[in-house]
């Protein structure tokens, strides 16, 4: 709170006179400190201070064109003449650049941003005729810019880190392009998480930008309102082909009163879902802390709106004339439910990204690690069981709705091969499922991995006096308690099926060795099915940033692949400490003169690699490092 104190003599601030003249590579070194100052990720208090909304932007443009005028009269040296011309050319297309449309960009309309990147170069090569002006940029200055806070810190940027901001920032606002030929719901969430986690992560411009790229002028990147967005997930996950909506009557004759209830239906369940359905997508540009503080109340919302599902699923019910089927793992007969088991798949894969951003953000504690593993181990087969019921329903009914319908003509184009669009969903269906299990696989590896780190002591596990491993689960059970499914596993039943109590060091060894081996498998198996067929490359082929949606995607799973490489490792090691063989030939001479066999773990060494450093694969697998 003293950081403006002044001595009694000191001056409140410095007077600078913004007219006096300037020589000219005075003039340079203040048009290259005015490209570093910095705001944080957001304002929300601007402190009675009105910006520049009422200058209209034309009017600057204008004045930019006068200054290049008058350089055109002037005798000042050839080299900065040009050096100036540039930086006046360049705030020209930075401004032009950030007045273009969000939906331009996605179109690939980004003329003005690839001219900034060539101009930043010229400006990098001819900063060393610049002179800096220190007096125009002290900390008094600055200190006028806040009037009912203290004033913060001065603030200093590299002018090399300037210009890599920059052109970090263009490339990323010209790679928005990235998003117009990807088409399905599911990729395009995607997309958008693999453009977030670029390093370094997309700055806060580029981020707002693709969120008002995502939803503009009331449609989803220029193509379908929030309803028809959600309808068409649906029709490709658990309603194919449209073939839902042309069941018939009992008596088999098409019946208008009912087509009409089953839109109105649908239409409620769409609008009810559509906007945090669309606000999923759009969470995902935020920064990484605040997406997974945001997916905690997403789950808890979604799950309100399952229920909400459901009593729609049971109007549909008999407005379809559906029948209950024999399902294998249900003692009764069951229905589709079609609705709440498509919120329930998405509330699961929130769910896993919650518990995976938390490795990635370094949120558990050592001793935690062990717990979560197998939680997200539980998420996954939760899921697992989900699409398994997904696929059976989604098979049984469709083929049986295009038994009844025949060789019917169907009424709109979009379902002209009902069984083409249902074998699209089952496979999109069993390629999640892959997915999914794979995640399952390496966190099953990896929880058995640190059990056996643990029991051996090779792992911290500190004392705690003021807490308790209860409360602690709590803690990290609070995104999940309010849930009415999945419910919270039971925290004695947690202890237990957590601990592997049951299981010998071998066996556990044997489990980690299995799982690790099936998880390399899966991540192979997906990586060789592919994700999309379109993809779009860079605009510009000389830059090293520009982004690859299928590279970085491959880039992703490969990542996956080494971290499963890894666990293996590390459990091949441990299994081999844990034989006979290995303590009996490593045995030491006891007082008697016999042999004593070695301690299994002697002399090992284990590290947990953050995200980002080397060793970490992926920042979703904490990977130990094992060092005999």
């Known amino acids: 709170m003293d950081s403006g104190l002044l001595e009694l003599t000191e001056p409140v601030g410095d007077h600078y006179d913004v007219l006096k003249e300037l020589i000219p590579a005075e003039v340079l070194g203040v048009m290259d400190q005015m490209l570093s100052h910095e705001e944080e990720d957001f304002s929300s208090q601007l402190y009675n201070r009105q910006l520049l ?10 004045l930019l064109d006068d200054a290049q005028g008058w350089l055109e009269d002037t005798d000042i040296s050839t080299d900065i003449v040009q050096a100036l011309e540039q930086r006046l050319v360049f705030r020209q297309e930075l401004l032009s650049a950030f007045q273009r449309d969000a939906a331009m960009l996605v179109q690939g309309d980004s003329s003005a941003h690839a001219t900034c990147l060539v101009l930043i170069s010229s400006i990098r090569n001819n900063h060393s005729s610049a002179i800096s002006v220190e007096e125009a940029f002290s900390l008094k200055l600055q200190t006028t810019l806040a009037s009912s806070v203290p004033p913060r810190p001065m603030v200093n940027i590299a002018f090399a880190e300037t210009l890599n901001f920059l052109s970090t920032l263009l490339q990323d606002t010209i790679d928005l ?23 370094p992560q997309p700055a806060v411009y580029v981020r707002s930008l693709l969120q008002s790229c995502l939803y503009q002028n009331s449609l989803i990147l220029g193509r379908n309102c929030p309803s028809d967005f959600v309808l068409s997930d649906l029709q490709s996950l658990v309603l194919p082909g449209n073939t839902w909506f042309n069941r018939r009557g009992a008596k088999g004759d098409d019946n208008a009163e009912n087509r009409l209830q089953i839109s109105l239906s649908m239409n409620e369940f769409c609008e009810r879902v559509s906007q945090q359905y669309l606000n999923s997508f759009r969470s995902a540009c935020l920064n990484r802390a605040r997406l997974r503080r945001t997916l905690r109340h997403f789950a808890a919302e979604w799950d309100d709106l399952q229920v909400d599902g459901e009593q729609i699923d049971t109007r549909l019910q008999a407005l379809t004339n559906e029948e209950a089927m024999d399902y294998p793992s249900s003692v009764e007969k069951a229905f589709s439910y079609p609705l709440s088991s498509w919120m329930y798949h998405y509330k699961l894969i929130q769910l896993r990204y919650i518990i995976q951003l938390g490795f990635e953000q370094c949120i558990y504690a050592t001793e935690e690690i062990p717990g979560m593993l197998w939680y997200l181990s539980h998420v996954c087969t939760t899921h697992l069981a989900h699409l ?84 602690r689960y709590e803690l990290r059970m609070k995104p999940f308690l309010p849930l009415a499914i999945p419910s919270v596993v039971p925290y004695n039943d947690f202890s237990r099926e957590n601990a592997l109590s049951d299981e ?42 520009e982004f690859d949606l299928q590279s970085a995607w491959n880039l992703e799973v490969k990542n996956n ?13 441990i299994k081999n400490r844990l034989s006979n063989t290995w303590a009996s030939n490593n045995a030491k001479d006891g007082q008697d003169g016999s042999k004593v066999p070695a301690s299994p773990m002697s002399g090992l060494q284990v590290s947990i690699p953050s995200p980002g450093e080397k060793g970490s694969y992926s920042s979703y697998w904490p990977v130990p490092a094992i060092q005999a």
């Open 177 to 199: 392009a990235f998003l117009e030929p990807v088409r399905g719901n599911e990729n395009i969430f995607h997309a958008i998480c693999l453009f977030m986690a670029r390093d």
């Open 388 to 471: 398994n019921r997904m696929s059976f329903f989604v098979e049984a009914g469709g083929r049986r709705d295009i038994d009844e319908t025949g060789s019917e003509q169907p009424n709109n184009e979009s379902a002209s091969d009902p069984l083409a669009h249902l074998d699209a969903a089952l496979w999109k269906i069993d390629r999640t499922f892959q997915e999914v299990r794979a995640h399952d696989n390496l966190a099953e590896a990896l929880h058995a991995l640190y059990i056996l780190l643990q029991r051996h002591s090779l792992v911290a596990n500190p004392s705690r006096p003021y807490s308790s491993n209860e409360l």
């Open 561 to 573: 692949i080494r971290a499963s490489i890894a666990t293996s490792i590390a459990v091949a090691l």
């Open 53 to 62: 909304h009422h200058v209209d932007v034309d009017e600057i443009q204008l």
């Open 504 to 545: 010998t060091d071998l066996a556990v060894a044997e489990r980690a060795q299995r799982a690790s081996g099936e998880a390399r498998k899966s991540w192979e198996n997906v990586l060789k099915d592919g994700w999309m067929e379109t993809t779009q490359s860079g605009t510009n082929g000389a830059n090293a940033r």
